[in-house]
């Protein structure tokens, strides 16, 4: 049901995903940025003591906007909160040495999933000949932190899904790194190199989906609820296992 919802109701990116798309093409493809991004800043309005509900200052902003054209909007905040993010990455020595190492950026790939012959795609923030790499905004680097955050969401999934994507189109297996750069001051940058046993947990959670959807096909695409797969139509609660 919420794959069914997704796809027919495509909803507007968020603010943290408008913000990292921007900061990837900030670092990553600066010299496409201008093309793709319209800054806009709110300090040249009108009427200075009063916000965007004044009619003026809304006429303003309006007018300001539809020099965007087709270019998406960001903040000028967002803007200078980039820069001080990329400033402090290229003082950061062992991000820069991956960096420095990266043939490509921004990479597309496709595969076939070769035990459920599924078609897979992605794309590689950085492509070296022995690692993949992915930049993350974040709150907090430290490695205990950003530990927490990869579970909380999913960054295993997606690093063995990039890991085992270049094992089946190169037939050799890589390193997958993540560069977490904090999104206020003072933009501290650590690098972390995901485990065996990170990615490991990591292709057993995306092979499950992969199983899922397999046996959701067969079933003909029910619109359900979770109930889809149990037989039973109901789950027995229990005490979850820390309780126990």
């Not at 205990?144 to 990869?150: G, I, L, P, V, Y």
């Not at 295993?156 to 990039?162: E, F």
């Not at 089946?168 to 977490?180: C, M, N």
């Not at 899922?212 to 797969?229: L, S, T």
Request: with cysteine; aromatic share 12%.
């Amino acid at each position: 049901m919420h794959y069914l919802h997704y796809k027919d109701n495509k909803s507007e990116p968020t603010d943290a995903m408008r913000f990292g798309a921007a900061m990837h093409c900030y670092i990553l493809q600066n010299n496409i940025f201008k093309d793709e991004y319209f800054v806009f800043d709110p300090s040249g309005k009108p009427v200075q003591n009063k916000d965007f509900r004044n009619n003026e200052n809304k006429m303003w902003m309006d007018a300001e906007l539809l020099k965007s054209k087709d270019k998406t909007v960001i903040s000028l905040n967002d803007l200078t909160t980039i820069q001080n993010m990329n400033e402090s990455l290229l003082k950061h020595k062992p991000a820069m040495e991956l960096m420095e190492q990266l043939e490509t950026m921004e990479e597309s790939i496709n595969w076939i999933n070769q035990n459920y012959d599924i078609p897979m795609t992605g794309k590689l923030d950085g492509k070296a000949p022995s690692f993949t790499l992915d930049l993350k905004s974040c709150d907090n680097a430290s490695n205990e932190q950003f530990t927490k955050d990869a579970f909380n969401k999913d960054y295993t999934r997606q690093g063995a899904i990039y890991v085992d994507g270049r094992l089946t189109i190169e037939d050799k297996v890589t390193d997958f790194y993540f560069i977490a750069i904090e999104k206020a001051a003072p933009y501290a940058v650590s690098v972390q190199k995901c485990s065996r046993q990170f990615l490991a947990h990591g292709t057993l959670h995306y092979e499950n989906l992969l199983a899922d959807w397999v046996k959701w096909n067969e079933a003909g695409r029910p619109a359900m609820g979770y109930e889809w797969k149990n037989k039973q139509g109901y789950f027995d609660l229990n005490l979850p296992s820390w309780i126990k």
